[in-house]
């Protein structure tokens, strides 16, 4: 793994220091994830070859390939489809909404931050990881793979990608749902702006096909407390729809929607077994994600 990852925007060199010591707890979250799904034995002739990856130290010496030695005097290892521990797709929300931040960064930021963090810890760990990002219909799909050219190609989509358009979170993932053949980890990143009801018949749809899910709910913290106190004009960032109100008037029972919505997904993800965290964006990216895996690795 490139030891200064710079020229990318999500994931820098002080990105990857940070991210070094959340390595072993990773691993250990997501062998907790690992538990229960299927997982053949590469030994025989039926293993199929996938790709390289770079030799580390511990690794099989038979399974170097001396050819790939011959062309770049380093040295890479076969990587069999069976010898991934897990395979991941990241499902990114890429929809207008994602657009708005009131602060440093906006929620696609935030976001991208995480999509790339997680994408580097869990190809590090010699994982398997994807790529989707999603509005109302699948934007871009990149399948799972576990090479440093791999991660590049996911972090250069990050680079190119641009929220916009409307949401359409339960079609699109109901589609992912039947096309992702192969158990794995879910790992779906969004505001989750649609409707509650359909968001988690989808989200049973994963777990119907024996996917683990995770949510990473990204809000700006404007949403969560409202803290507008002028005559303000709201716009949805969506619909282009906008309405001028004042913020004395309405804060009661716009904080009443927003905490119920909050509780909805909370409920609903407890009772469909799916992981659920809160991603306040005025909290740095690297330190919500720390918190989460310890506190994953303390009860899992």
Known sequence: MPANPTGYTYLTAETVNRLQNLSMVARSV????????????????????????????GDNLRYIDWQAYGRTNRYYVKQFDQETNLRCHILLDASASMSYGSGAVTKFEYASYLAASLAWLMIRQRDSVGLVTFDRDVRTRIPPGGTTAHLDRLLVQLEHTRPSSLTGIANTFHALAENIKKRGLIIVISDLFDDEREIFRALRHFRHKKHEVIIFHVMDPAELTFPFTRL????????????????????RAYLAEMNAFLENLRRGCAEGLIEYVLADTSKPFASMLSGYLDKRKRVG
């Open 30 to 57: 997501v062998d907790g994830f690992v538990t229960g799904l299927h997982r053949s034995p590469y030994h025989g002739f039926s293993v199929e070859f996938s790709e390289h990856r770079e030799y580390s130290p």
């Open 232 to 251: 303000t004009d709201f716009l949805d960032v969506e619909t282009r729809d906008k309405i001028h109100a004042d913020p004395r008037y309405v804060r």
